[in-house]
């Protein structure tokens, strides 16, 4: 019962989606903070002061931007 489903739902999800939920305990390069991230969820930074808490918008903000690139 499991593989017709399985044959329908694979590689069906959104085109623009990254699946990034296998990661947990996340050590991000360079970062000072010696606690792990659970899971990227959201968008992560930090500056000399500590890491961002990135579920506040007032106390971090950031722009995603997309543009084509053109085949070389």
Known sequence: MVAPVMAGLFGGWEGNWVAWNTAHDVRLPGSKEDTPLGFLMYPNGENDL???????????????????????
């Open 50 to 72: 500590g890491r961002f808490d990135e579920l506040s918008p007032d106390s971090f903000r950031y722009a995603i931007q997309a543009r084509e690139l053109s085949a070389a």
